[in-house]
Every structure is written in structure tokens, then in C-alpha cells.
């Protein structure tokens, strides 16, 4: 990945100079394609752990499109609804590009001021909303569960921070380690479908809007496709007890949703992953199971946590294919 992006940095900022240099490309109408590229750049930085250039694009690009609104506003006297919509969506994007590094930059400066202080995440669970710092810095970030979980996600998603591509697990920066753990702990309990409140038993699931449109709207719900992929997120960071509490009750809610073919395909990939959970080590030592095999055997088959997950999309593939 590094050796793509190494590649693709260059004509990606070639890319932003012409566009920035071309007053049609500059316009609401190129806007969306605009944001992207500034994404895709930020990305690229990240991934070549050039953290803070790629922070001060993602901001240079926020602050590109906050003074296209200004110009936008000056020109017209109606605003456009559709154009609001495209603004909003690029303010979001664009601020969970930067929110991706400065969660964890915030952890290391708050590290540097108490190294003595260790975060038990089960002791805090019934406290208040917000608990910790990442979850006080969603809600400075971003208005809403929807855009709040969108974050958690998406920074989760991110390739410079799965645990899959980590070939020495237990030599990764701790701190990193506890801000994962933080991120999954906010994202059930803006998962959960009970609200942030014990009083407010309403289901917040929503099934006909993406969760970007809630998001933007500054919506409370969540979309269970956003629910699968932090179940998915869940597994490939191998955050057993996330994975075991959440599983049955996505999977029931979307068996009431058959007639989706999206929602079917999610259902078999959660379907198999829970079932090759037990194959993973790290699974099998958290619930004491022991595979009766020989030694040699058992030190030189290991199960990779994304050889499993290339197997479920690929298994899921084949039985939809097989049922149209």
C-alpha cells in the first residue's frame, strides 16, 4: 500500500494544482469530485505516516470550500437546498479526515501530561455520556449519532490503524492500542438501540437512508449497514467481546430484512464470520478453547485474521450468485 501511495502522492497533488488553477473546477459543480481528491491526498499522507502534511491538506482543503460557501453566498440571494446538501457533506467528510489523526495526536498529548494514568473502560461503562477525551472530541466534532458513529467508523476503517496488516500485534504503540479500544467502546454505545438515556427505549435503526444522509442530516439513527462494518471492523481487530454482544442482535435485525439483497449478503458475511471466529488464536485464548492438535502442527498453521475475511466475502459472493 505504501509503494502505491508513494506513487499516486505525487499526481494526486498535480491533480489539486490544476484543479485550484482552473476557475470552472473550482465552481459548486466540480465540488463533491473536489473533496475527494483533497480526501484522497490527506489518505495518501496518512498511509505514508506523513501525519501532519496530511492533516494540513485535509484542513487546507476544509478551508478551500468555507471560502467557496462565503463566494457562494455573496452570488446568490436564494440559497439552493441542493447545494447546502453538497456543502454539508463536504464539511463532514473533510472534518473526519482530519478528526482520523487528531484523535490519536490529542491521545499522545494528554499521555505526555499524566504517563502514570491508565483508562479501565469497564469501570466507566454506566458513566455519562461523554467518558473519556475520544468520545468529549466526537462531540465537539460532530453534531449527531449518525455523523458521530460515521467518524468511529471511518477511523477505524482507516489502513494506517488495522490491526491486520500489524505483523508484531503486541509491539504496537499502547497508546494507539487504548485509542482503538476507546473507539469501539463509543461506537456501541452510539450502536446500541436504546439511546444514550436508560429512558429512551426507541429504535433508532434506520433501513432507507445511508448512513452519510443521516449523518449530514445530523441524524440519531444508525443504518445497519454501518452496524455490519463495525461488526466486520470488530473482528479484524479482533475485539472478541464487541464482536460476541452486538453479532446476534445485528444479525436478527437484519433477517427482518430479507427482501434486501444488501442486506442478505451483509447477513451471510456476519453469518460466517461468526462461525470462523473460533479458528482465529486470539479468539480461541480468550475463551479457553484448545484445539487437540499436535504441537508442530498447532505452531505452524495460524489463521490470518484477513485470509478469514477474504473467505467470507468470497463465500458470500458465491451463495448470492448461486440463489439469483
Same mark, same amino acid.
Given at each position: 500500500?505504501?509503494?502505491?501511495?508513494?506513487?499516486?502522492?505525487?499526481?494526486?497533488?498535480?491533480?489539486?494544482?490544476?484543479?485550484?488553477?482552473?476557475i470552472p473546477l473550482m465552481t459548486v459543480k466540480y465540488l463533491t469530485w473536489r473533496t475527494q481528491l483533497y480526501i484522497a491526498t490527506s489518505e495518501c499522507y496518512y498511509i505514508l505516516n506523513s501525519g501532519v502534511?496530511?492533516?494540513?491538506?485535509?484542513?487546507?482543503?476544509?478551508?478551500?470550500?468555507?471560502?467557496?460557501?462565503?463566494?457562494?453566498?455573496?452570488?446568490?440571494?436564494?440559497?439552493?437546498?441542493?447545494?447546502?446538501?453538497?456543502?454539508?457533506?463536504?464539511?463532514?467528510?473533510?472534518?473526519?479526515?482530519?478528526?482520523?489523526?487528531?484523535?490519536?495526536?490529542?491521545?499522545?498529548?494528554?499521555?505526555?501530561?499524566?504517563?502514570?494514568?491508565?483508562?479501565?473502560?469497564?469501570?466507566?461503562?454506566?458513566?455519562?455520556?461523554?467518558?473519556?477525551?475520544?468520545?468529549?472530541?466526537?462531540?465537539?466534532?460532530?453534531?449527531?449519532?449518525?455523523?458521530?458513529?460515521?467518524?468511529?467508523?471511518?477511523?477505524?476503517?482507516?489502513?494506517?490503524?488495522?490491526?491486520?496488516?500489524?505483523?508484531?500485534?503486541?509491539?504496537?504503540?499502547?497508546?494507539?492500542? /487504548?485509542? @482503538?479500544?476507546? =473507539?469501539?467502546? %463509543?461506537?456501541?454505545? $452510539?450502536? !446500541? #438501540?436504546?439511546?444514550?438515556?436508560?429512558?429512551?427505549?426507541?429504535?433508532?435503526?434506520?433501513?432507507? /437512508?445511508? @448512513?452519510?444522509? =443521516?449523518?449530514? %442530516?445530523?441524524?440519531? $439513527?444508525? !443504518? #445497519?449497514?454501518?452496524?455490519?462494518?463495525?461488526?466486520?471492523?470488530?473482528?479484524?481487530?479482533?475485539?472478541?467481546? @464487541?464482536?460476541?454482544?452486538?453479532?446476534?442482535?445485528?444479525?436478527?435485525?437484519?433477517?427482518?430484512?430479507?427482501?434486501?439483497?444488501?442486506?442478505?449478503?451483509?447477513?451471510?458475511?456476519?453469518?460466517?464470520?461468526?462461525?470462523?471466529?473460533?479458528?482465529?488464536?486470539?479468539?480461541?485464548?480468550?475463551?479457553?478453547?484448545?484445539?487437540?492438535?499436535?504441537?508442530?502442527?498447532?505452531?505452524?498453521?495460524?489463521?490470518?485474521?484477513?485470509?478469514?475475511?477474504?473467505?467470507?466475502?468470497?463465500?458470500?459472493?458465491?451463495?448470492?450468485?448461486?440463489?439469483?
Amino acid at each position: 500500500m505504501q509503494k502505491l501511495s508513494t506513487i499516486a502522492i505525487d499526481y494526486l497533488i498535480w491533480c489539486c494544482v490544476c484543479m485550484e488553477s482552473s476557475i470552472p473546477l473550482m465552481t459548486v459543480k466540480y465540488l463533491t469530485w473536489r473533496t475527494q481528491l483533497y480526501i484522497a491526498t490527506s489518505e495518501c499522507y496518512y498511509i505514508l505516516n506523513s501525519g501532519v502534511c496530511g492533516e494540513e491538506f485535509a484542513r487546507r482543503g476544509l478551508q478551500k470550500v468555507i471560502e467557496l460557501k462565503e463566494i457562494e453566498k455573496m452570488s446568490s440571494s436564494t440559497p439552493c437546498p441542493l447545494r447546502l446538501q453538497m456543502f454539508k457533506e463536504s464539511f463532514l467528510k473533510l472534518k473526519i479526515t482530519i478528526f482520523k489523526r487528531d484523535v490519536f495526536e490529542s491521545r499522545k498529548h494528554a499521555k505526555s501530561l499524566k504517563p502514570k494514568f491508565k483508562l479501565v473502560l469497564n469501570e466507566i461503562l454506566h458513566n455519562k455520556w461523554p467518558r473519556t477525551a475520544c468520545e468529549q472530541l466526537l462531540i465537539e466534532s460532530f453534531n449527531g449519532r449518525s455523523a458521530q458513529f460515521f467518524a468511529v467508523i471511518e477511523t477505524l476503517a482507516s489502513k494506517e490503524h488495522e490491526t491486520i496488516k500489524r505483523q508484531n500485534i503486541q509491539h504496537e504503540d499502547e497508546n494507539e492500542q /487504548e485509542l @482503538i479500544s476507546e =473507539l469501539f467502546f %463509543a461506537g456501541v454505545e $452510539l450502536a !446500541t #438501540l436504546n439511546g444514550h438515556d436508560e429512558d429512551q427505549r426507541v429504535n433508532r435503526i434506520s433501513v432507507s /437512508e445511508s @448512513i452519510i444522509t =443521516l449523518a449530514v %442530516a445530523e441524524s440519531d $439513527l444508525i !443504518t #445497519l449497514s454501518s452496524l455490519t462494518k463495525f461488526l466486520i471492523l470488530a473482528f479484524m481487530h479482533e475485539k472478541w467481546e @464487541i464482536f460476541e454482544n452486538l453479532i446476534y442482535e445485528v444479525l436478527h435485525e437484519l433477517e427482518k430484512h430479507n427482501n434486501k439483497s444488501d442486506y442478505i449478503l451483509e447477513r451471510q458475511i456476519l453469518q460466517i464470520l461468526s462461525a470462523f471466529s473460533i479458528m482465529v488464536p486470539s479468539y480461541q485464548v480468550r475463551t479457553g478453547l484448545k484445539i487437540k492438535k499436535e504441537k508442530s502442527m498447532h505452531e505452524a498453521k495460524k489463521v490470518s485474521v484477513k485470509d478469514l475475511l477474504n473467505v467470507s466475502k468470497l463465500l458470500s459472493d458465491f451463495v448470492t450468485n448461486e440463489s439469483s
